[in-house]
């Protein structure tokens, strides 16, 4: 008889889901399916349920890919997080204008509202958890706003902080029962760590229904350290909030490196390897102990596929995920199942 093997899934289901982002092209794919089953009960659409894609012309939605997703997950009893609903890219331009002018501040609330009620009724049953606001703090820019580092996307120049609490507010009534999120990248530690923490426990000192944060997790092989890793997780748990590890990949590249072709590798440096290996190790261990975080998702299944192979370089091959180009598990897949 077959003996059916434990997968990351089984092996952390009383800790935390463990999810990947797809897209319709990934799950018609044999071997993505097959590891879906073994090792996922949670699922994000890559880009599939971003406003831009759902409502490219106001009031005509295009629910193609993002049903077919849904459908997939509903089949086989599977949780999805809902990404996302208020984020600076991938939102049509129809969004802004108003008779060819800038849109007005009660405009835009409540095209919000058409949306959140829209998406919130069609995946209602499956989508426990919405990424309500995405990357809305950028710590690298010069713009200091209002009374922390908001980015000056169209959302906030229309509509402020306050289009943010109406968000998370319009959230909680069209869908009761998820939970929401605000979900930002490099926000585990310095400077946007900080500026998170007073943007969140702000918004839950005016009231605003938020459960928890989103720390999406593009990472590097050398990066982050265990000691950064815990210290954001008891920082956000401090506030009473819980933690998704959301979009996890771990590049083999430093950020500020290889822009030059010739310097790109043909395939993982071994080393590199064995620290990216490591990273993954222990971020599923480290999360495991800590009763707040409630998903790790990486951002794609295996590396025949990841948006890395085009950022921040184009054309550069990157191997960031638990699965190689073959669907097969990489070491940190086989000693985390090993490990109950
Ligand atoms: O992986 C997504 C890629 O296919 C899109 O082209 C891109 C558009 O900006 O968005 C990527 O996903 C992003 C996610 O939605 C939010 N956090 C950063 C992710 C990687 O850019």
């Known amino acids: 008889m077959k003996v059916m093997e434990n997968g990351l899934k089984d092996i952390f ?12 092209a990934i799950l018609e794919q044999e071997a993505a399916d ?9 699922l994000t659409a890559e880009n599939a349920m971003k406003f831009s894609l759902l409502q490219p012309q106001e009031n005509i939605f295009d629910w193609n890919e993002a049903d077919f997703i849904a459908n997939y997950a509903r089949r086989k009893n599977i949780k999805m997080r809902g990404h996302t609903i208020i984020w600076h890219n991938q939102t049509p331009e129809w969004l802004f204008l108003e008779g060819g002018n800038k849109v007005s501040k009660t405009t835009l609330f409540k095209r919000l509202e058409n949306h959140i009620d829209k998406v919130s009724a069609r995946y209602n049953d499956i989508v426990y958890a919405w990424d309500v606001l995405n990357e809305a703090i950028d710590t690298d820019s010069s713009d ?15 509509g402020g902080r306050e289009i943010f609490e109406f968000a998370f507010k319009c ?24 500026s998170t923490l007073r943007f969140l426990s702000s918004m839950l000192d005016a009231g605003v229904p938020i459960d928890g944060v989103g720390i999406q997790g593009h990472w590097y092989y050398n990066f982050p350290d265990e000691k950064t890793l815990r210290h954001a997780i008891e920082s956000y748990s401090a506030l009473g909030l819980e933690i998704e590890f959301t979009e996890v990949d771990i590049s083999a590249y430093r950020w500020d490196e290889a822009k030059e072709s010739a310097d790109f590798f043909p395939a993982m440096p071994n080393e590199r390897f064995l620290e990216q290996q490591q990273r993954f190790i222990e971020i599923f ?3 495991s102990e800590y009763k707040s975080v409630k998903n790790i998702t990486t951002w794609g299944i295996a590396d025949n596929y ?11 091959k990157n191997w960031p995920l638990l699965f190689d180009e073959q669907y097969r598990e990489k070491p940190a897949v086989t000693e985390l199942c090993a490990s109950l």
């Open 144 to 158: 200091f706003c209002a009374d922390n580092y908001f980015r000056n996307s169209e959302w906030f120049k229309t």
């Open 171 to 194: 959230m909680r009534e069209a869908s009761p029962k998820a939970k929401l999120f605000y979900n930002d990248y490099n926000n585990e530690s310095g400077a946007k760590l900080d």
């Open 285 to 287: 261990k480290i999360a």
């Open 306 to 316: 990841t948006w890395l192979g085009n950022f921040p370089v184009k054309n550069r």
């Open 34 to 42: 097959e590891t879906i089953t073994r090792h996922f009960s949670s």
């Open 13 to 24: 289901k009383d800790s935390f889901l463990t999810g990947a982002a797809v897209s319709r």
